[in-house]
Every structure is written in structure tokens, then in C-alpha cells.
């Protein structure tokens, strides 16, 4: 806990205090100056000192290990999340203990990835294995969500039908090439370390987190058995293979608030944003081509009923439109060409974790 609040002083500093003298200064030049300015600006300065001041201190005690972490409650753990998916990739070289990493979790904690660990957290493991990977600021437990709307999970569904379900987590303020590599690495120690032979894989990933399994899979590998050899089913749930519009915009919101002096700040905060927030601008194209053996499933949602409807056309999900999760550009050409496509009428992007139309799917695309 005293990392976050280390985090919200330097944030303070950096986006609001700074942010509303550059502004000040900034409009005072556009109308000549004022009186007083070197009081304010010391003023301004005495500020940000005391803040940065704050933040060293509080994260020297956090680095003691004194009080709560973050981890240790459900609101923790949602505000790590979204911290690592804004700006996760500075987390990294700046404050590492509060950066996620690329790991496999069970009842909260990261799971060691030997024979030893995996056995201990996976007593009646089989030779089917399910991934789930969440997507842009969530985390593992995000899949646990609208429980009561259907009375079960995706994950506690399969497990009756035969498959062991794995959830992993990542940093989704990494790039999503250097967050594929990552993975890659993990599901091949996972696959050579599982407490049986691994038959089959099937990976379900939400929004980015299909991005991030499809840059796993487009690692090249020199092991004789590559973990990709027995992937047969890759899910997407809203995954903006061709990217967002949400992301697109803050770019050029970013952009064009900088051109002023007196919106420059606003800008900065904007830029503020991860490379992988940046990532999602674009997707992942043909440079990442689909697993030649496996099936692809794909499923979009729209706030209407219809998928044509022209708010639903625009809108989507709210954050990703049908082309997109598609894998379809307007030039009609398609990424996956093969692939089985579901569209969900009337409801958003985080619906979509767990929707009784994807049990009923997921159920007969892995029989």
C-alpha cells in the first residue's frame, strides 16, 4: 500500500502540480506576463520538492517491507492492475516490485514452473490444458466476474469437461512483442514441467490478451517440442486485432494538445500511456501470422442487438468493433480466414468474460 501511495505522490508531482504551472505560465505568456511570477513559481517549486520528497521516503518504507501490500485485497489488486496496464512498462525500470510479471496463478499467488510447484497447485491435472490471459489493466481474477449471472465461470465449466484450466498474468504495459516472448517462454516450461503429458492446449485470451497469446505463438523456437505443436483452439473475446479506436484516439488527442503552450500539459498526461496502450493503436497484423494447425474462434460484441446496426457498427463493444475482432480491414481482406466468428448482441467488452452464449461455444468448439 505504501507503493501506491509513493506512485499517487509522484504522479501528483508530475501530472497536477506540474501540469497546472506549465498551464499558468503558458496562458500569463499568451497575454504578457504578470506580477509576482517568480513568488508563484517558488511557490510551484516548493510544492514539487515536497511531493518528490514524499514519494522517495514512502518508497524507501515500502521497500522495508513495512505495512500492507497491495496484493493482499481485491481493490489492491485492482488498482495494481490498472496501474501496470497505464504504465506498467515504467513501473519496470523505476519501481520493479510493483511491475506484474508473466506468470502462471492459482488461488492468488504465483505458481513455481517445476515438476514440484505445478503438481502442488494442480493435484487433479490432465492432459488438457486451458490458458486463460486477461486483458489490458485487468488481472487474473477478472474471469471470476457476472458469476452470478450464469452460476459458473468459463474456467470451472471446462473443468467438468475434462479440461485443467491455467491462468496466467501479465503486464500489459509491455510492449505486446516483448510480452509474447515472455509468454512463450512460460508455456514452454509450463508444457515440459505439467504432471503429465500435455496432449492438448487450447489459449483464451480477452481483448489484448489475445494479442499477447497470438505474439507468444509467432515465437520462433529451437526446443525439439514446442509448447505451439499442440495448441488446437485459439479463442479471442473482443480482441482488437486490427486494433482500437479508443487507443487511436488518445493518440491523436495526445498529438494535437501538444501543439499549444497552453494545452501542452494535457497532452503530457495523455502521454502518459504505456507502450502497450500504444500497442493497441494498430494490433497486430500480418506480421504475426495465425498458428497454420490450429483453429481460430473469434467473438465480437455490440452494445445493439444487431451487428449492422449503425450504432453497433460504430461503437462495438464500446472499445473494440466487430472488424476488428474479426480480423477483417476494410479492403476485405482477413487474418484468419478460417476462422469461426460469434457476435453477441447487447453487450459491452467486459461482458464478454462471461457471457452465456461463450459457455455454450466454448463447450462445443472444445469437445
Not at 39 to 61: C, E, F, Q
Not at 89 to 107: H, I, N, S
Not at 142 to 149: D, K
Not at 243 to 271: K, M, N, Q, V, W
Amino acid at each position: 500500500m505504501l507503493d501506491a501511495l509513493s506512485l499517487l505522490t509522484e504522479v501528483a508531482d508530475e501530472l497536477v502540480v506540474r501540469s497546472v504551472r506549465d498551464t499558468h505560465d503558458a496562458w500569463a505568456d499568451r497575454f504578457g506576463g504578470y506580477p509576482g511570477r517568480r513568488i508563484t513559481s517558488a511557490v510551484y517549486g516548493g510544492v514539487s520538492v515536497g511531493l518528490r520528497a514524499a514519494s522517495a521516503g514512502l518508497d524507501k518504507v515500502a521497500a522495508a517491507g513495512v505495512g500492507p501490500r497491495l496484493e493482499e485485497g481485491p481493490r489492491g489488486r485492482f488498482v495494481s492492475s490498472a496501474v501496470n496496464g497505464l504504465i506498467g512498462d515504467r513501473l519496470v525500470r523505476e519501481r520493479p516490485r510493483m511491475a506484474f510479471g508473466t506468470t502462471v496463478r492459482a488461488q492468488g499467488r504465483d505458481v513455481p514452473l517445476d515438476a514440484d510447484g505445478l503438481a502442488a497447485a494442480y493435484p487433479r491435472a490432465t492432459g488438457r490444458l486451458v490458458v486463460f490471459l486477461h486483458g489490458l489493466c485487468e488481472n487474473e481474477s477478472y474471469w471470476e466476474r457476472w458469476r452470478e449471472r450464469t452460476g459458473t465461470t468459463y474456467a470451472e465449466m471446462l473443468a467438468e469437461e475434462g479440461w485443467t484450466p491455467v491462468y496466467l498474468r501479465a503486464n500489459t504495459g509491455l510492449g505486446l512483442r516483448e510480452n509474447g516472448a515472455a509468454l512463450s517462454s512460460l508455456m514452454q516450461r509450463l508444457v515440459e514441467a505439467w504432471p503429465v503429458p500435455v496432449d492438448r492446449v487450447a489459449l483464451v485470451g480477452h481483448s489484448m490478451g489475445g494479442l499477447i497469446l497470438r505474439a507468444a505463438g509467432a515465437v520462433a523456437s529451437e526446443v525439439e517440442e514446442p509448447w505451439t505443436d499442440r495448441v488446437s483452439d485459439i479463442v479471442t473475446l473482443g480482441t482488437p486485432h486490427l486494433g482500437a479506436p479508443i487507443a487511436r484516439g488518445i493518440g491523436h488527442g495526445s498529438r494535437g494538445l501538444s501543439r499549444l503552450p497552453e494545452t501542452a500539459a494535457f497532452g503530457r498526461i495523455l502521454d502518459w500511456r504505456s507502450v502497450g496502450v500504444h500497442d493497441l493503436v494498430a494490433g497486430l497484423a500480418e506480421d504475426v501470422p495465425p498458428l497454420p494447425h490450429a483453429r481460430y474462434r473469434l467473438v465480437a460484441a455490440t452494445l445493439t442487438a444487431r451487428e449492422r446496426h449503425p450504432v453497433g457498427h460504430v461503437l462495438g463493444d464500446l472499445l473494440v468493433r466487430p472488424p476488428s475482432a474479426y480480423g477483417r480491414d476494410r479492403y476485405g481482406q482477413e487474418l484468419f480466414p478460417d476462422a469461426t466468428v460469434l457476435h453477441l448482441g447487447r453487450t459491452d467488452h467486459f461482458g464478454l468474460l462471461n457471457h452465456p452464449e461463450v459457455h455454450t461455444a466454448l463447450r462445443e468448439w472444445l469437445a
